[in-house]
């Protein structure tokens, strides 16, 4: 893969952002801090998307903990790192009230993002997901606040009835796919499908719209296999930053537990990141100048 051309404005971004929902299928994978965010960007992945349980886990907290304001920071570092779009993974918008989430998206849209979703998970277990008509004024709200901002921002609406054990879980996905992708969302998702037939069943449900489908553990289908079903974008959720932890876990223990460092030995060169982020770094500084000429 080549790294893709740098794209400079925040509008820039967000029409090329659009372009790849338009056809064909993009992976857009998910950085947890600036430097996997650069380092994928080198990697040639024309967009990234932010995750909530990975920079969670690098602030010592689990998944939804991390604040409103912390997670804000935390987008617009990645935002302005990266010379690709970016979508935020806004949790669900930060608020109980339709008037809340509006707020939260402009306050999203200010990071410079090139999109952004709002799921329907209400985190009480009792009741795991909002109402449908709540959770359906909650995705029209954001999209009056995009609309209202003038920012053409990509809304995903992200239905999480695999996530919190829905009885039926893709008939209910099928169902509120449906009803946010007529509120106005412009990418659905729901998190959790496992079988080709499943993924097939909300790309029809929602044709022609666009359906990000996420891959954060092996499910037997490629790339290749998902745009065959007409999946239009790939994101792997915090799998990434978990692969990183697992490298970590592995030579940490070793080294607690038995007095060994061999797993250090699957670590990369000290030299080849090093190599990297010194010629990153030189990079950005050509291009800053360039652009200030």
Same mark, same amino acid.
């Given at each position: ?66 604040? +409103?304001? =912390? ?66 004024? +909650? ?11 003038? #920012? ?25 796919? +449906? ?10 998702? #729901? ?59 592995? #030579?940490?223990?070793?080294? #607690? ?7 250090? =030995? ?21 291009? +800053? ?5």
């Amino acid at each position: 893969m080549t790294e893709p051309a740098a794209i400079s404005s925040p509008a820039d971004k967000r029409a090329a952002f659009r372009a790849l929902h338009d056809h064909g299928c993009f992976v857009l994978p998910n950085p947890w801090d600036v430097g996997s965010a650069r380092y994928l960007q080198h990697l040639g992945f024309k967009a990234l998307a932010t995750t909530s349980s990975g920079v969670a886990f690098t602030m010592a907290l689990p998944d939804n903990a991390v604040t +409103r304001d =912390a997670m804000l920071t935390h987008v617009r570092a990645v935002v302005e790192a990266s010379d690709v779009p970016v979508n935020a993974d806004y949790e669900a918008g930060y608020s109980d009230t339709v008037e809340g989430v509006a707020g939260n998206v402009r306050l999203c849209i200010e990071t410079g993002v090139a999109g952004l979703s709002i799921e329907d998970s209400t985190r009480d277990p009792v009741q795991p997901l909002y109402d449908l008509d709540v959770a359906v004024a +909650r995705v029209r709200a954001a999209r009056a606040a995009i609309d209202a901002s003038g #920012a053409d921002v990509i809304l995903t609406a992200r239905a999480e009835c695999h996530v919190v054990g829905h009885p039926a879980p893709l008939a209910e996905s099928l169902r509120r796919l +449906r009803a946010y992708a007529d509120a106005g969302a412009d990418c659905l998702y #729901a998190p959790g499908l496992r079988t080709a037939d499943d993924v097939r069943a909300v790309v029809e449900a929602v044709a022609p719209k666009p359906v990000n489908v996420l891959v954060s553990a092996p499910i037997g289908l490629t790339v290749g296999d998902l745009a065959a079903l007409g999946v239009r974008r790939i994101s792997v959720g915090s799998a990434l930053a978990r692969a990183a932890w697992g490298g970590f876990q592995r #030579a940490a223990r070793e080294i #607690a537990e038995r007095g060994a460092f061999d797993a250090l =030995a699957e670590a990369p060169p000290f030299a080849e990141l090093n190599r990297f982020f010194r010629d990153d770094v030189a990079r950005r500084g050509d291009r +800053r100048r360039k652009s200030e000429r």
